[in-house]
């Protein structure tokens, strides 16, 4: 949690509540929706056919949209607009949500 600054009690409190809304208490690393209703949304970067469901939320934080998943994976080194689904995993959740 240092890498995005959750360095104080207030920061890390403030990040475990979100992750823990988003994620139904880190139940769910996956939307269970389709990601349908994302389509189109081009304040979440969905300018292409198929990014709604591609780029749906992930990971703890729920990493939603094709222009966060570009920003994330710039910031953190990863190539998540060819694999976005590396970001339900723990070691890439993890690490999109704090970024994020």
């Known amino acids: 949690m240092k890498e995005g600054s959750i360095n104080t009690c207030a920061r890390k409190a403030a990040f475990l509540a979100q992750i ?3 994620s139904a208490e880190l139940v769910y690393m996956e939307e269970l929706a389709s990601g349908q209703a ?3 949304r081009k304040d ?3 300018t292409q056919k198929g990014d709604g469901k591609r780029f749906k939320g992930r990971g703890p934080i ?3 949209g ?3 998943y570009r920003a994330a994976g710039k910031a953190l080194g990863l190539d998540l607009m060819n694999h976005p689904e590396r970001v339900k995993t723990p070691e890439v ?3 999109t949500s704090v970024w994020f």
């Open 20 to 22: 823990a809304h988003e």
């Open 38 to 40: 994302y389509e189109g």
């Open 93 to 95: 959740g993890f690490r």
């Open 66 to 68: 094709r222009a966060n």
């Open 62 to 64: 729920q990493l939603t």
């Open 44 to 46: 979440l970067g969905n």
